[in-house]
């Protein structure tokens, strides 16, 4: 079997599984349809049990299975003593995405992922976009990371909440967004636009390029403003989901 092939298959069994008690958490109180929870045999944990006992009147099957079981479906590592088996999260459109603005009576807010290839960084900016009231986050279908277990996990749960459109070319996309009235917003450290001058006030999409090379050339050719942040240390870049939450909070302030 080719080597895509088998990354392809493992990535889509990672995204039809949430593990981590918040992860699951979440997704039983969205309504989220959960075929069966795994449980680590012989834990006796009062909240694991609660749960399991919510995961049980959701309509989950709940199984209990050995620990060592549990830690070799585990596609973080990190389960705390739950696994959750689901069908793969469904992506939305562009549309719907500036559609729940409108039905809110905001100008958009958007958080556009150009490559990133670490589930760590997107699933922080999942939670970051949930907390802070944006939109929806879009993501390429190609050289990405998409909604796996990994995401959902480091989202603490936000991944149930926070509409996720899947590309297939984000230039295009920005294109199109530009078209509808919405402003790009580029992270760029040589950025002609301090973040304190940039108006997120305005409809908004900021554009968080990949963690090693930053944005491609044919995604920074189409931002209206390239965004610097002020760097005062040593160390000249941030980490790709830090920069997302500066400038989404800087859009909160400014939004009042």
């Not at 009576?105 to 670490?118: I, N």
């Amino acid at each position: 079997m080719r080597k895509d092939s088998v990354n392809s298959r493992s990535e889509e069994l990672s995204e039809g599984m949430i593990e981590g008690r918040n992860a699951v958490t979440e997704a039983i109180r969205s309504g989220r349809t959960i075929n069966k929870v795994f449980l680590a045999d012989g834990d006796t944990d009062k909240a694991l049990g609660r749960l399991a006992a919510m995961a049980k009147e959701a309509g989950a099957v709940v199984v209990r299975i050995d620990r060592r079981k549990l830690n070799e479906m585990s596609p973080t590592g990190a389960h705390q003593g739950i696994i959750a088996a689901v069908a793969a999260h469904e992506y939305v459109t562009v549309d719907d995405l500036l559609a729940a603005a409108e039905s809110r009576g905001e100008a958009p807010l958007l958080v556009v992922c150009d490559e990133l290839s670490d589930p760590h960084n997107l699933g922080a900016i999942l939670r970051t976009a949930e907390c802070a009231g944006a939109h929806g986050v879009i993501i390429p279908k190609r050289r990405s990371v998409g909604l796996t277990a990994v995401v959902g996990k480091a989202s603490a749960g936000a991944i149930e909440y926070m509409p996720v459109a899947r590309v297939s070319n984000i230039a295009a996309t920005l294109r199109e967004l530009k078209q509808r009235g919405v402003w790009i917003f580029g992270t760029a450290a040589e950025g002609a636009t301090p973040l304190y001058d940039a108006d997120l006030t305005l409809p908004a999409a900021i554009v968080i390029g990949n963690e090693g090379v930053g944005m491609s050339r044919i995604v920074a050719e189409q931002c209206d403003f390239k965004v610097s942040i002020p760097m005062k240390g040593r160390i000249s870049s941030l980490n790709a989901s830090t920069a997302a939450a500066i400038l989404l909070y800087e859009a909160v302030r400014q939004r009042g």
